[in-house]
């Protein structure tokens, strides 16, 4: 670029886009640092929760009756995917949207498409699901609106249908936080609960870690309404941990891409600086040949 009015308005350009990346990369780093902050505080008692049940049911010589972990053949089941309703977060949203898709057209395949209850989460993937002519319910990403509460709503909407019999079966489709710059698309049962079930039948724990111990409960009213009680308090953890992970996935997604997004303008404002000095003192070269030119001319 030799126009030095043009390069001087690149580099205006590309300078404030530095600006706005790196504003944006310290907003997604507290959201982030808030979110793995939550994270860290309900993991423990999310295990907590699993370690009990597992435990209760490790000590019990007979099988317990367990409705939300009765496994049957799925005739119509639940799908739930979460992605942003924002962009500026790299292959975030792309990644999700195409192990959305094949996880759907796998069901759809076996089951009929009108089989398969779609639950979608963030602007993204609601797009990317009305381009492909798939009819869902819509909310807001969980980056937007993530409580508990919401997490409870949603799970035991879920426990009501597979009880009643309506659905045979609840997958979860998200992104898991490992670190800041790598999250892995996952799918997930989440109903029936397959690892409650491997401990009925004598199986490993719901944690899948811990040794199995042997403890002497007293509960009352019975066992089964015991252990029934607190298995759904299990899925809503469950579920909110899930989105919970979806939330903070997105957020270190977006650091890492405004990060990037800020370095790469950095380098190139070096090489349009660089470009605007050069082109200047062309232009300066250019005008003191044609001062030496002229003077010499005079001379003559």
């Not at 076996?110 to 089989?115: V, Y």
């Not at 009305?130 to 409580?147: C, P, T």
């Not at 919401?150 to 659905?167: C, K, N, P, W, Y």
């Amino acid at each position: 670029m030799s126009n030095l009015k043009e390069i001087r308005a690149r580099i205006a350009s590309v300078a404030s886009t530095e600006k706005i990346t790196s504003a944006m990369k310290m907003v997604s780093a507290a959201k982030l640092k808030k979110s793995e902050r939550t994270t860290l505080n309900f993991l423990p008692y999310k295990s907590k929760l699993n370690e009990a049940l597992s435990n209760y049911l490790g000590s019990l010589d007979e099988k317990v009756n367990i409705p939300l972990a009765e496994q049957r053949k799925p005739k119509r089941v639940a799908l739930v995917a979460f992605s942003s309703s924002s962009g500026l977060c790299g292959v975030y949203n792309s990644s999700i949207s195409k192990l959305f898709l094949s996880t759907y057209n796998e069901y759809a395949n076996q089951l009929g498409a009108e089989n398969v209850d779609v639950h979608l989460f963030g602007k993204k993937i609601a797009e990317f699901a009305e381009k492909n002519g798939i009819k869902a319910s819509i909310h807001k990403s969980v980056s937007e609106e993530l409580s508990f509460e919401l997490a409870t709503q949603l799970s035991d909407q879920m426990v009501e249908q597979f009880l009643q019999g309506r659905i045979d079966c609840v997958v979860m489709v998200y992104n898991h936080h490992k670190n800041a710059g790598v999250q892995q698309p996952r799918v997930e049962t989440v109903l029936p609960l397959a690892t409650q079930s491997q401990t009925l039948n004598g199986g490993q724990a719901l944690d899948g870690n811990a040794e199995q111990k042997v403890y002497d409960y007293l509960v009352e009213p019975s066992k089964e309404e015991f252990v029934n009680a607190l298995v759904p308090k299990v899925i809503h953890t469950l579920f909110y941990a899930i989105m919970l992970d979806a939330m903070t996935a997105e957020h270190g997604a977006r650091m890492t891409a405004m990060h990037i997004a800020s370095d790469n303008a950095a380098n190139l404002l070096v090489e349009l600086r660089r470009d605007y000095n050069h082109a200047r003192q062309n232009v300066i070269t250019s005008e003191l040949i044609d001062i030496v030119g002229g003077a010499e001319a005079l001379n003559n």
